[in-house]
T-cell receptor, first 113, second 113 residues
């Protein structure tokens, strides 16, 4: 199986709730990154995992957290949702923790009301 | 803080024309400069990329021009086609942070038939 798969595709949550987004990396890729893309903006780096360890974090508060599992799938968790968290959340995978050509999923559209 | 500045925000070109998108960066540690193409409802897809030891790279109708001294790079889309209508993002990355991507704000290209 090739490509990066994200679920769900769309999600509506209420302010203050918690959300978990999921990502299945491209086969053979051991690095996964998460990006937030607000409407009309470029993606912003949230964090990256390499072989289950976080190895970089962007300018996002601690209520954004993640996990990478032994099969290299990943989760993004966001606590205490705020209206500004409404965005497209993108997962990208690559090989060997280096830039080898990131493959992006189609994203999860999160709407916070 | 936007590490990569992209312009224009949008452009319209006639079929067969040339689309030109410009990007500028400040951090001289950046050593990899990819361009991504994004269609509505999809994640970004790698289009073409360049390293700073090369001044130009061409793949089909897409060409990157790179000016290291000016810290600028641009994407030229030759013989633009309606299927090229999409949002284009320039990005930059560096080895010292495992090639995490810093994206520009994006350019929406519309090709009129």
């Amino acid at each position: 199986e090739t490509g990066v798969t994200q679920s769900p595709t769309h999600l509506i949550k209420t302010r203050g709730q918690q959300v978990t987004l999921r990502c299945s990396s491209q086969s053979g890729h051991n690095t996964v990154s998460w990006y937030q893309q607000a409407l009309g903006q470029g993606p912003q780096f949230i964090f990256q995992y390499y072989r289950e360890e976080e190895n970089g974090r962007g300018n996002f508060p601690p209520r954004f957290s993640g996990l990478q599992f032994p099969n290299y799938s990943s989760e993004l968790n966001v606590n205490a949702l705020e209206l500004d968290d409404s965005a497209l959340y993108l997962c990208a995978s690559s090989l060997d923790g280096r830039y080898y050509g990131y493959t992006f999923g189609s994203g999860t559209r999160l709407t916070v009301v | 803080q936007q590490q990569v500045k992209q312009s224009p925000q949008s452009l319209i070109v006639q079929k067969g024309g040339i689309s030109i998108i410009n990007c500028a960066y400040e951090n001289t540690a950046f050593d990899y400069f990819p361009w991504y193409q994004q269609f509505p409802g999809k994640g970004p897809a790698l289009l073409i990329a360049i390293r700073p030891d090369v001044s130009e790279k061409k793949e089909g109708r897409f060409t990157i021009s790179f000016n290291k001294s000016a810290k600028q790079f641009s994407l030229h889309i030759m013989d633009s086609q309606p299927g090229d209508s999409a949002t284009y993002f320039c990005a930059a990355s560096k080895k010292e942070n495992d090639y995490k991507l810093s994206f520009g704000a994006g350019t929406t290209v519309t090709v009129r038939a």
